[in-house]
């Protein structure tokens, strides 16, 4: 269970440091005050060595394609553009504290070789290091491989034990690439997008496998807190490609992109909350979609999932509804609620303020902005 997290050097965050987590994580603030980077920099700690990750989050940008000639979106995530200053996130959980750093690469691989990274502390065979190695080399010999451009990057984690494990990714022509490490350790994420509806691949790989356990329960209810008419969601086939099928009463089975934005992201969500491995679902923008009808009915299917399966949810919200819903949704379970105000000063500092469900009850009541 995540307790509190340290942010250096990540995206437009020189320093912050988040502390008492709870299972319900709400992160609220102005726009620019750089909540998606905090919850950015989750998931990256949350999947280190995941080379996908980083693709997608720059993607989910809008920031186009990352790859050997257009390295911007891979040094965004640096401060300052600068991919020679050094990402550090560390998080405490229950059983001590996880690290991770993250270094840029030019045109060579030094650190490979260096005493800490020795084939003990190496996650993957020599075979795959190796391979990134000569890619690195590779790119060295290019002439726009110079000082001003990020050839890749090394990921050092460290888990509560003091384990090391250590990936590295390559800016290639067609993206970004190396081995994902799986870090048993890891906190593990599932995390959805502001502008991300639904992932048709990934909620019918849930939605088989918890047919096969008996366990559509959980998935329905969620959904069921948006459209209280559906009955159940099947995967089917169209042309070739995977579709989801509702059963909403009709004569006929809909698919799930016709049931609006709302439905699809809360098929997604459920498929996050349901899925095995994550321990921390991360939601940008939870309320997209979402009729504030339905908030608190959500709330507290999200909840519930959460308590049963040990998870914790970060997201973040605009939406004053949103946050009296969960106010309303927790009140049997106070100590479960967290608002954490990100805010950005004047000389681009970021600080952080926590509301315990007792300040936040009082926010909703008397209609004090916390946003």
């Known amino acids: 269970m995540l307790k509190s997290i340290k942010i250096e050097n990540f995206r437009g965050l020189k320093r912050l440091e988040i502390t008492d987590f709870s299972t319900i994580n709400i992160f609220v603030g102005s726009n620019g005050s750089g909540k998606t980077s905090v919850l950015e920099a989750l998931a990256v700690l949350g999947s280190p060595g995941n080379p996908h990750l980083l693709s997608n989050l720059a993607a989910w940008r809008?920031?186009?394609?990352?790859?050997?000639?257009?390295?911007?979106?891979?040094?965004?995530?640096?401060?300052?553009?600068?991919?020679?200053?050094?990402?550090?996130?560390?998080?405490?959980?229950?059983?001590?504290?996880?690290?991770?750093?993250?270094?840029?690469q030019q045109s060579d691989i030094s650190r490979l070789n260096e005493p800490e990274f020795n084939t003990?502390?190496?996650?993957?065979?020599?075979?795959?290091?190796?391979?990134?190695?000569?890619?690195?080399?590779?790119?060295?010999?290019?002439?726009?491989a110079d000082?001003?451009?990020?050839?890749?990057?090394?990921?050092?984690?460290?888990?509560?034990?003091?384990?090391?494990?250590?990936?590295?990714?390559?800016?290639?022509?067609?993206?970004?690439?190396?081995?994902?490490?799986n870090v048993p350790r890891a906190l593990g994420v599932f995390y959805i997008q502001g502008r991300r509806a639904s992932s048709v691949l990934e909620t019918a790989e849930a939605i088989t496998r918890i047919t096969e356990a008996g366990e559509e329960q959980p998935f329905l209810q969620v959904i069921r807190a948006i459209e209280?008419?559906?009955?159940?969601?099947?995967?089917?086939?169209?042309?070739?490609?995977?579709?989801?099928?509702?059963?909403?009463?009709?004569?006929?089975?809909?698919?799930?992109s016709l049931l609006g934005d709302g439905f699809c992201r809360a098929c997604?969500?459920?498929?996050?909350?349901?899925?095995?491995?994550?321990k921390l679902i991360i939601v940008d923008d939870i309320d997209a979609g979402l009729h504030h009808n339905a908030m608190e009915n959500l709330w507290r299917a999200i909840f519930q999932?959460?308590?049963?399966?040990?998870?914790?949810?970060?997201?973040?919200t605009h939406n004053e509804e949103m946050l009296h819903a969960a106010v309303a949704a927790l009140a049997e379970s106070p100590e479960s609620l967290r608002l954490i105000r990100i805010d950005r000063g004047k000389d681009g500092s970021v600080s952080s303020e926590n509301y315990d469900f007792i300040h936040a009850q009082i926010a909703s009541r008397n209609g004090i902005e916390v946003r």
């Open 305 to 316: 999932i959460c308590q049963n399966r040990g998870i914790q949810i970060c997201c973040s």
């Open 228 to 256: 209280p008419r559906c009955k159940s969601i099947q995967v089917g086939f169209l042309g070739g490609q995977t579709i989801l099928l509702a059963d909403v009463g009709g004569p006929k089975r809909l698919s799930i």
């Open 268 to 278: 997604l969500i459920a498929t996050g909350l349901v899925t095995n491995g994550p």
């Open 147 to 181: 000082g001003n451009k990020i050839a890749g990057v090394s990921y050092h984690f460290t888990d509560e034990e003091g384990t090391s494990a250590m990936a590295s990714a390559t800016l290639v022509p067609v993206g970004l690439q190396g081995v994902v490490q």
């Open 62 to 104: 809008e920031m186009g394609p990352m790859n050997i000639q257009v390295d911007y979106p891979l040094r965004s995530f640096f401060r300052e553009l600068n991919s020679g200053i050094e990402i550090k996130l560390s998080a405490a959980t229950e059983k001590g504290i996880q690290r991770l750093s993250i270094t840029g």
């Open 120 to 144: 003990k502390s190496v996650t993957g065979t020599m075979q795959e290091i190796e391979g990134a190695a000569a890619t690195f080399r590779r790119s060295a010999e290019l002439p726009f």
